[in-house]
């Protein structure tokens, strides 16, 4: 259930994401071999048997259960089964179509006159203690995941911080698992804002939540548009090292993305190409689940899978492609070095192993397998077979991984990817 979905457009990078970006990649290349063993590149058990196939909406195309019924049922068709959040009168409706769904804990609760809207309800917690309880009570034990606010310090005020989305993480947190106790909470952050996270645990929030949720629409920008892929890849990492800093007990709690998408315009093929970027890295790195923004376009742009016509984009196509072949709980095995350059990511899938591969952007590089694979060209569901193919920046799927080339993921799997090099030893880095 939630209060509503907020309007989500990313586009650009600002001078604070590229810092953000610096620093990412500065954390985990300070990281020593043992910690990256313990903390990074960690497959984690489903969340209660969640998949981390999820797709979520906006304001418009899921306020009302007509409008979802115009797009969920191409969702559950291609496999599907998790939505973000929904309000109360649409739980019915989901639970039908086979959707597992959480909750949105967000807003000035109705009748709090002491908080202005878009603004955390730090003045009055006895009303915001009150509405999460009414709400958790409504959802009748429906609802097992409820995220906090929505990506802070986004929707909060001028002068908030840290600490005041930690006063109403402890306060929901205390509410929710009154009423039912074996619900989760998760603690929000925009993008993949460490910091925020670090700040509001030593604010007062460790031990008040069971998971973290982040919207790294720019991250994977940088991994699509710039080619850094180690960026995004290292997300979970960097995450997992601050927590091993100030709150261990809580260092392998799952991380969803809970919003994280790739505009259309100018390329519909280069979104689909940042979706299955986005899912293999995402389940790579030990996400629990992602969900895709969003299912059809609604109010944040042509940012749907379908478009605000209900017609298939290729990014439907890609996602269909992931899910027939990966399954609904991938594991991941691992990675390779195809031709000593391109990296490829290698998973047990359903029925057999699974690897998505591409190269770096603007770049073509043969690679051969050994013997003849089948490759599926997600972005069309085209399958080949081949011995060899001219590997580009657009995603592949090989199924029935050659042995020798699974048997090397496996050795590689707690191994740091030498992105352009090693720095897991380095004592420093210049920004």
Known sequence: MRTITPVRVRQFLSPALITLVALLVALYALTPPATARAIGHQVQTPFAGISPFGIGG???TGLTVQALSQWIPQMQAIGIHVMRCCYANEMAYLTAHRMQFGGLLYGVPPGDTKDRPGTLP????????????????????????????????????RHQT????????????????????????????????????????????????????????????????????????????????????????????????????????????????ALVQAYAMGIAQGITCINWFEGMDGDSGPMGVLTAKLTPRPAYTAMAQMIKYMGQHPVYLGWVLLAGKDYGFVFQGAHTTVLSAWA???????????????????????????????LGSTP???V????????????????????????????SVSI
């Open 162 to 273: 840290p600490a005041d989305y930690a006063k109403i993480l402890i306060a929901a947190y205390n509410a929710a698992k009154a009423v039912d106790p074996h619900c989760k909470i998760g603690m929000a952050a925009k993008s993949v804002d460490v910091s925020y996270l670090e700040q509001v645990i030593k604010a007062g929030g460790k031990n008040h939540f069971n998971y973290i949720t982040l919207h790294p629409y720019e991250v994977l920008g940088c991994a699509v548009d710039h080619g850094q892929d180690a960026v995004y890849m290292h997300m979970v990492p960097t995450v997992r090292k601050m927590l091993a800093a100030i709150d261990p007990a809580q260092v392998n709690v799952p991380v969803w993305l809970t919003e994280v998408g790739y505009n259309s315009v100018p390329s519909p093929a280069r979104q689909a190409d």
């Open 122 to 157: 730090v003045n009055n917690l006895r009303a915001w203690s009150q509405w999460v309880t009414r709400t958790v009570r409504a959802a009748h034990g429906k609802v097992k995941y409820w995220e906090v606010w929505n990506e802070p310090p986004n929707g909060t005020g």
């Open 58 to 60: 906006d304001y418009h």
């Open 360 to 390: 770096p952007l603007h770049t073509t590089n043969p690679v051969r397998f050994g013997r003849a694979v089948e490759i599926v060209h997600p972005l069309t569901g085209a399958t080949t077979k081949a011995r060899s193919f001219s």
């Open 400 to 427: 029935h991984v050659p042995g020798a080339v699974v048997r090397e993921a496996r050795k590689n799997k707690f191994k740091p990817l030498p992105w352009e090099g090693s720095y897991a030893r380095a004592k």
């Open 396 to 398: 592949i799927l090989v």
